[in-house]
């Protein structure tokens, strides 16, 4: 596929989850956290995933504030009806404010309690090693909820098994309220993840990034997306 055929793919995606996303009202305190992802997990859901197969990949949203994006996107990728959308947060529709496994097909993991999606996905990913599994196991976290301490406990871990299966996409968006002394990466990088960061918007970075090989090391890619409001 050339660049050109490329960038017009690419925003045809764009264009058709803004479309399902408007569909969705309600949460308005969360409307910023909900567009902060939306090209990650574009990227991911129509680039990078391994959706079926011995090798299945898995996806994990730990920043389970402001789901919509997270439904729009699966909406598009057919694991449910896109008219479920328009009940989003009313009393009878599987869409809440937090997505929740055990009403939402495609969901692997109930969140909204932030803080605890890394250390989930580093026990799955743990799992599937010592099962001697294929698949990854991707996380999608909020740059503020890695204030929590369970998060520096599951860096840490992934960092000395050498978890080369597992990937975190970090969305930062200056919400933290301690921040990291040299960046975000940085935190990471010196637990011996392999990191980068790039912008979280353009998503032929993000895809460069994702898919670049880690040396077998666990691997995180912070989407910078601007200040949060």
């Not at 996303?21 to 909900?34: V, Y």
């Not at 299966?165 to 933290?176: E, G, K, M």
Request: with cysteine; charged share 20%.
């Amino acid at each position: 596929m050339n660049l050109r055929v490329y960038r017009h793919a690419m925003l045809m995606e764009t264009t058709r989850l803004n479309q399902l996303m408007a569909l969705m009202d309600g949460d308005g305190p969360h409307e910023p956290a909900a567009s902060s992802t939306l090209d990650v997990l574009a990227v991911l859901y129509e680039r990078v995933l391994r959706r079926e197969g011995p090798d299945e990949d898995h996806f994990l949203l730990s920043k389970g504030h402001g789901p919509q994006a997270y439904f729009a996107v699966l909406a598009a990728s057919g694991c449910f009806p896109a008219d479920w959308l328009a009940g989003f947060g009313s009393f009878a529709s599987p869409l809440g404010h937090h997505p929740d496994r055990k009403l939402v097909p495609g969901v692997e993991l109930s969140s909204g309690s932030l803080g605890h999606g890394l250390a989930i996905a580093v026990g799955l990913a743990v799992g599937l090693e010592a099962t001697g599994r294929g698949g990854r196991v991707f996380c999608l976290v909020g740059d503020g909820e890695l204030d929590e301490g369970s998060n520096y406990e599951a860096i840490v871990l992934a960092g000395r098994r050498r978890l080369g299966n597992l990937r975190v996409v970090a969305v930062d968006n200056r919400s933290s309220s301690l921040g990291w002394p040299g960046g975000l990466e940085r935190r990471f990088s010196l637990e011996g993840w392999s990191a980068r960061r790039v912008d979280g918007h353009d998503r032929e970075a993000l895809e460069s990034a994702l898919t670049a090989p880690t040396a077998g090391s666990p691997a995180v890619v912070v989407a910078n997306v601007g200040l949060a409001r």
